[in-house]
């Protein structure tokens, strides 16, 4: 790691994270750069979405540091802060895998809560929006035409006014999505974005991963089990196994890395070792 | 009753399962005996020489047993019909004419309640049910906040009802206050104790929560019972001041309200007085909660009742937001409190028992959580129909417990179930209720 430190945007050093004797990270270091798609992989209890939830908060990591540096030079250490201050705060935005929309709340609603902390200042904390504030309708209409920006990329606008747990599967992975660019993040943690989808959806997918990539100041930080998914997009790809990493490159060394395929494919011990 | 279990009620009168009929009645039958043995088999009496005597009823405990057995294989037979699985899913399915009903509905509500004054001018009686039923209303749409918006159970509401009755009181005879000032001082406090007691008990959820709450609601009224020396315990406060018509009392005086306006005296006045304030006080609570509801954080409150972790890794401070769902509520339940305390002129520990707390939390969830029109028609049906039911006294609780039975069957989620979106892009969709449901799942 001897990028520039503008050009990173999330340091993580040493991190670990145990579960009373289980040890789910170990000891894990990596950094991913700023405008890039990162891809953490390895197979199934490799720690994956454990790194994940320490990174946002929902798990205080045993040991290491996580931080994150903003654009605008602004640091913060992630495993110091309560989970959703590194949303508002650190910008740091994830969905889940399996969704968690606000599934009673039309699609636009859901689009609309990701964007609360901004519409409340607005609003100047209700108080002035109960009676109509000017100011807030004008934040409020800002927010919904973001809103309606996001459900136009993903393909939902003609959706916006359908309860977000009525859409089809394909459908609530997007708008999750949405959800969480809708938040303005500087770092946005998609947990395995393609599991169950079709390969059409997938490409599809993939294409809204490059556009994010290209057109906004988010850096992605992925998951996935699906190779077509990240050899095309990640420009990094960070390999765990047991909740350790051992391998770290661009997707086409680690393609051919012989550990990573022992990983996934089961090889002997001694076979690795030669 | 959900909507994959259809083929099966479908498929089910098609075969009539007899034996399985009468084992169910004979279950029923047995709980019955065991139940009833004690209760009717057996009867004390004061015999003549003044002692107590058991005498035994052999033929009474067999005809109720007879009639739950009967009962029970009936409605086991006729559960299973085509009949009975068209009726559920009419009930059920009522849904969308009950909104274009509802259009109509709260309206007819709205003006009946402002119209009941001069319609029932001579019928003191039915202004005080109105004003009764008012009173839960708002009550139960402060409560709604809590438990219909934020979804947080919350069974110690009454202890807030009771904080802005004792504030109002207390004021009032200390320092002279009037009702207007004391109104939202009594309503602030309440708040105030909203967030004292919901700090420590948030990071609970549903149950536990829901334990919690019960036991604080329990708390303030031990309270208030042991602390005589500043709210005189168990034997309650009395001679609180009445309301005044902005300074003119409701009486015959030179100043009061009638010569004021030049009115003959009548002591209508100001029960007709009160109606109008708690139906003004119970509109303000619609009116702030429908706004609410549109604004950042009453979709957020939304929010959190659908997933707390997806707010989370949304940026809201879930423990805030709950808070102000807690303060929020309290402030509606201490308003009413305090128009309690005034129309009552007499408040003891004893008018804010947890059965209160029960009653309202059974109007938001018979009305369908965060609706306001439900929890309206829920809270006119009980209290009125508690009052209906006063000449029958004895079957009073026999008729609440069918009628919960009966909701609880037919219409789960409440009387209206359904969710309006609170903004929308092309146009407003109702949500319906199964996907509600399937999402709390």
Known sequence: ?274 | MAVPNEPATRARPAKLDLAGALKDAALAAFVAFGLFSLMLGLRTDTGASGRLQVSPRPGLLATVVAAVFAGRLMVALIARSRIAADFTRSVQTITPQFEKLGRFVAPALLALALLAPVLFYSNRYILDLGILVLTYIMLGWGLNIVVGLAGLLDLGYVAFYAVGAYAYALLAQNFGLSFWICLPLAGILAAFWGVMLGFPVLRLRGDYLAIVTLAFGEIIRIVIINWQSFTNGPNGISGIPRPSFFGAPFNDSEAGFAALFGLEFNPVHRIIFLFYLILALALLTNFVTLRLRRLPIGRAWEALREDEIACRSLGINTTNTKLTAFAMGAMFGGFAGSFFATRQGFISPESFVFMESALVLAIVVLGGMGSQLGVAVAALVMIGGFEFFRQFEQFRMLVFGIAMVSIMVWRPRGLIATRTPSVFLQKKKIIPADIIEEARQ
């Open chain 1, 1 to 274: 790691m001897n990028a520039p430190a503008g050009e990173i945007i999330l340091d993580t050093q040493h991190l670990s994270m145990r579960f009373g004797g289980l040890v789910a990270v170990d000891d894990l270091t990596f950094a991913a750069k700023r405008g890039e798609i990162t891809a953490i992989i390895g197979p199934n209890g490799a720690g994956k979405t454990t790194v994940f939830n320490c990174i946002t908060g929902f798990y205080q990591p045993s040991e290491g540091m996580i931080r994150i540096m903003h654009a605008d030079g602004k640091e913060f250490l992630l495993e110091r802060l309560p989970d959703f201050r590194i949303a508002a705060r650190a910008r740091v935005a994830r969905t889940f895998q399996n969704i968690r929309l606000f599934a009673g709340m039309t699609a636009l609603e859901n689009l609309l809560v990701a964007q609360h902390n901004r519409l409340m200042i607005a609003s100047g904390f209700t108080l002035l929006g109960i009676f109509g504030w000017p100011g807030y309708v004008r934040a409020e209409h800002a927010a919904v035409e973001k809103a309606r920006f996001w459900l136009d990329r993903v393909g939902l606008a003609g959706r916006a006014d359908d309860p977000a747990g009525a859409l089809p599967y394909g459908a609530q992975r997007r708008l999750e999505i949405a959800r969480a660019m809708c938040s303005e993040p500087a770092l946005l943690c998609l947990d395995e974005p393609a599991a169950g989808l079709n390969p059409r959806e997938a490409s599809e997918l993939n294409k809204l991963l490059g556009a994010i990539r290209a057109e906004s100041e988010a850096s992605i930080l992925l998951i996935e089990h699906h190779m077509g998914v990240v050899m095309e997009i990640s420009d990094h790809v960070v390999v765990l196994d047991y909740g350790q990493k051992i391998a770290e490159g661009p997707p086409r060394e680690i393609r051919d890395d012989p550990k990573v395929i022992a990983a996934y494919l089961g090889v002997e011990e001694e076979e690795v070792a030669r």
